[in-house]
């Protein structure tokens, strides 16, 4: 959704009106709301409801509410399917007593025992997910012997996971977190790591949301910024800016942008017209911050001292671009795009794209960038890999499978190490820069979201789902005897 209100920056003074955030999902929500949609329009649509009866009712009442159709359903214990996992398949709306078989796009899933369903129609088994399975979205459907069918589509089927290990080179600790964090960068001129929070209620209300500054050897918590009390903003992304003092945030949920003073936690001005702003860097040398629009499909441009938007650079028709990485060495910003999985490299100088290269990842959502080696990493969900490309040319030069739903990538310019975030994995992989060799693949915990390096040392943040109290926190790896690759 974008905002009727114009693109210009509001500045805020003390008397500026708190305006509520419109409850609009964010694009993985909208992109999971729109799938459940989906599977409910398919396994039966909308419940039919009997009119009261009446005395000159002929039939009886119970003739006046259809029977339920069938219903399928399927869940992991990874929170999401995996090749070569189990998964659990329920049921309802069935003959009772019917024999039931489950399929992925016409190829049968093979079941731990015969499923059968119960007297009141309904199932739950096990099925295992093939290794051999293509990865990406499927039909997951349930056939009865008598015909019946439900079905689910857009099920996400992501690579395997890789073992643990490695978790003795690193010293961990964790800090807990409300829950709806999401991003974490650090500020050198704080000397401390900013993190965002975002939690909404299941109809998309924000419930609370702030800007945490975190002490980056005890994690303890040293600021708070109370952003939903200061314009009911939703922070999700954010970008620091030393040389200025101040953060830029994103708010997915209304599409805007707003920044704040870093010493004193004041909003100094909210930007609408931001389509579902995601990510955002600056280049202080330039003195610009950008933007990834996702549904707008392009960066956009901002003047990082008086806030004014200066223009925007296409990144081509629906790619929804996602995460940033700025190499100011070589003046380049890069973007991957979630649709069709490009690496999207901008010359900085000129402010326009000079190259467009496919990531082969089916989806790409993290981007890292070693501005000493010249190298930009990309993260891949679906295949659980990192690739690694030449920053000039876009040539790969590896690639390397890390777990199920490779997120957030970030990479240490000093040691050349390469950290990446495996969602579902629940780890942190660690990658040799010259050949991608994986050094270590550390349990961090439940769904790690971002990570972000400060001295050698690796944060990052857990986030699960608004439902799960105490899941939220962030985790810091810190090497024990870092060296150089």
């Known amino acids: 959704m974008i905002l009727s209100s114009p693109r210009s920056a509001r500045q805020v003074g003390a008397s500026s009106p708190a305006r509520p955030v419109p409850s609009v999902p964010s694009s993985s929500a909208r992109r999971g709301a729109t799938a459940l ?25 119970a003739a006046a509410t259809a029977a339920a159709p069938p219903a399928v359903s399927i869940t992991s214990s990874l929170g999401g399917l995996a090749v070569g996992h189990d998964a659990t398949v329920s049921g309802t709306g069935f003959a009772p007593g019917s024999t039931i078989s489950v399929a992925a796009d016409g190829t049968a899933l093979p079941s731990t025992a015969p499923i059968a369903a119960d007297a009141s129609g309904a199932f739950t088994a096990t099925v295992r997910i093939p290794a051999d399975a293509p990865l990406g979205d499927h039909e997951i459907v349930a056939t009865a012997a008598d015909g019946a069918t439900a079905k689910v589509t857009d099920t996400f089927i992501a690579a395997p996971d890789v073992p643990f290990f490695g978790a003795g080179s690193f010293g961990a600790s964790r800090t807990q977190l409300q829950n709806g964090a999401y991003q974490v960068r650090y500020s050198l001129r704080q000397d401390g790591l900013w993190v965002t929070n975002a939690e909404f209620n299941a109809v998309y209300d924000v419930v609370a949301s702030k800007l945490q500054l975190l002490d980056r050897r005890t994690l303890k918590v040293r600021r708070t910024i109370d952003a939903k009390a200061d314009g009911g903003q939703s922070p999700f992304g954010v970008a620091v800016d030393d040389r200025r003092n101040t953060l830029w945030t994103t708010d997915t949920v209304a599409d805007e942008v707003s920044v704040w003073n870093q010493a004193t936690g004041k909003r100094l001005a909210t930007i609408d017209g931001v389509a579902h702003a995601r990510d955002a860097v600056v280049d202080p040398l330039r003195d610009r911050v950008y933007v990834s629009a996702f549904l707008a499909d392009e960066v956009q441009i901002f003047d990082a001292k008086t806030f004014r938007k200066i223009g925007a650079i296409p990144t081509g028709t629906a790619s929804g671009p996602v995460s940033l990485a700025l190499d100011p060495v070589h003046q380049r910003l890069y973007t991957t795009t979630y649709y069709g999985g490009n690496l999207v490299a901008i010359d900085t100088r000129q402010d326009r794209v000079a190259g467009t290269w496919s990531t082969g990842q089916l989806q790409t959502t993290g981007v890292g960038v070693d501005p000493v080696r010249g190298q930009v990493y990309t993260a891949g969900p679906i295949t659980g890999d990192v690739r690694a490309f030449d920053g000039r040319t876009g040539k790969v030069l590896w690639k390397r499978p890390t777990g199920t739903a490779a997120l957030s990538v970030a990479a240490d310019p000093i040691t050349g190490r390469v950290f990446v975030a495996n969602r579902l994995a629940r780890s942190v992989s660690v990658l040799a820069p010259r050949d991608g060799k994986v050094l270590a693949n550390v349990e961090v915990g439940p769904s790690p979201n971002s990570v972000t390096l400060a001295g050698g040392t690796a944060y990052v943040v857990n986030k699960g789902e608004q439902t799960e109290a105490g899941h939220d926190g962030l985790t810091k790896l810190a090497p024990k005897a870092p060296g150089r690759r």
Request: aromatic share 0%.
């Open 37 to 61: 949609a989906t599977a409910a329009l398919v396994v039966g649509g909308p419940a039919l409801v009997a009119a009261p009866a009446s005395a000159a009712d002929d039939a009886p009442a």
